[in-house]
Each structure stands twice: as structure tokens, then as C-alpha cells.
């Protein structure tokens, strides 16, 4: 019997195939829609910027197949000590603009230090911020970031003011392509699924729930 196909080399060698076509795509799409207006012509113009628009969309998806299939490809040998307190704070910069950009306040508690892929935990925080950023409610985000440690585990929390998860969707939120209706996240639907493959990979559990004007996303992982 064959062996077992790797799925997570398979989806990030597609998604690379993919990405590098799309590319061309996209430029000349792009420099069509320049030419044409320049040109001043009528019509044409609706119909390139969709192709562009589209052609962005299907990034964004390869993009995501790229993440959810690196995190299948975690192993625990290559783990180390990591201060997510570092990361948080790369994460913060990162996104500065964009917490700016929705007036939003952003708490956290002294992070603690755990064994795993520095880059994959940082993926985790990242996505984990944008979400409550961008899955937002009409006043100014507020998220807060708590940690507690757990026996040889920590429990790390994101809460936010946003307009919460129905009971029925706190599990398929995590599930690959699952986008809650209403949702203003740009992208195919991808991050959650990455945070749980990531998070289950370390040895960890992630799970939402729903509180009182907003929602948590809740994980664990093994302490450093």
C-alpha cells in the first residue's frame, strides 16, 4: 500500500502554484484598468476592477490554504521556550494602524512563557486580534488579553465587545470556510481553522464562548 499522502505538503505546494499564476493576474489586470483610465473609456473599467478584485480574493484564499497547511506541518521537535509577551508586542505593531484606524482599546495581562513554534503562536495572536478588530459592533472595539497558569498548562483568553457568536456557532466557527453571516473579515474564512490546528498541534484546546456584549476565544497551551 502507497503511503499516505502528505496533505499539508500537497496544499501548500497548490497554494504556491496558485499564488504565482494569480500574480500575473492581477498585475495585468491591474495595468489594464491604469490604460483605461487614462483613456477615459466607459464600461470596461467595472468590468477590469472586478477582475482585479477577484483575482485579490483568490490571493487571500491561497494565502489562507498556505497558513492552515504549514500549521499541519508542525512538529513538537521543533519546539522551544517562547515569551509570548515579545510576540504580543510584535503583533501590536503590526496591526498599530489598524487599531488605530477603529479607536480601539486594547488590555492585556503579563503573558507567559510556553514551548512551541514562535512563529505559528505569533499567527495565533495575530489572527485572534484582527478578528475581534474587524468582527466588531457599532462603538469602539475594547479586547482584553488575560493569562493563567494552569498546572503545566496556560489559559490565555481574548474577549472583545463585538457583536458576539450565536450558541449554535461557537464549534463551526472553527471548521475551514466557516464565515458567520455578517462577518466583515476579508478572506475565505481560514483563520480560525489555523488557530485550532496550531493550538491542537502544541497540545493545546481552543473553544469561544459567549458573554455578556461580546465574545471569547479561549486556549490553552503547555507552559515553558
Known amino acids: 500500500m502507497p503511503p499516505e499522502p502528505d496533505i499539508g505538503e500537497f496544499l501548500l505546494h497548490a497554494s504556491h502554484d496558485l499564488r504565482t499564476a494569480l500574480r500575473a493576474i492581477r498585475v495585468s489586470a491591474d495595468l489594464l484598468l491604469k490604460d483605461r483610465r487614462a ?22 484564499l491561497a494565502d489562507g490554504i498556505a497558513s492552515y497547511a504549514i500549521a499541519l506541518q508542525i512538529r513538537a521537535e521543533s519546539f522551544q521556550p517562547v515569551p509570548l509577551d515579545v ?10 494602524e489598524e487599531i488605530r484606524a477603529n479607536n480601539a482599546s486594547v488590555t492585556y495581562d503579563k503573558l507567559p512563557r510556553v514551548s512551541g513554534d514562535p512563529d505559528r503562536l505569533m499567527e495565533v495572536l495575530e489572527n485572534l486580534l484582527r478578528n475581534a478588530l474587524r468582527h466588531r459592533g457599532p462603538v469602539p472595539p475594547q479586547i482584553q488579553i488575560t ?78
Open 39 to 60: 483613456a477615459h473609456a466607459a464600461g470596461d473599467e467595472e468590468r477590469l476592477g472586478l477582475i482585479a478584485d477577484g483575482a485579490h480574493k483568490i490571493n487571500l
Open 87 to 96: 510576540l504580543f508586542r510584535t503583533v501590536l505593531a503590526r496591526l498599530d
Open 147 to 224: 493569562a493563567e497558569k494552569r498546572g503545566g498548562e496556560c489559559l490565555l483568553t481574548v474577549r472583545d465587545n463585538g457583536p458576539g457568536v450565536p450558541a449554535p456557532y461557537l464549534e463551526s466557527i472553527f471548521r475551514p470556510f466557516v464565515r458567520l453571516q455578517g462577518n466583515r473579515l476579508p478572506g475565505p474564512g481560514l483563520g480560525l481553522a489555523t488557530c485550532r490546528v496550531i493550538v491542537e498541534r502544541h497540545g493545546g484546546r481552543i473553544w469561544a464562548e459567549s458573554t455578556d456584549g461580546g465574545a471569547a476565544v479561549v486556549f490553552t497551551l503547555p507552559a515553558g
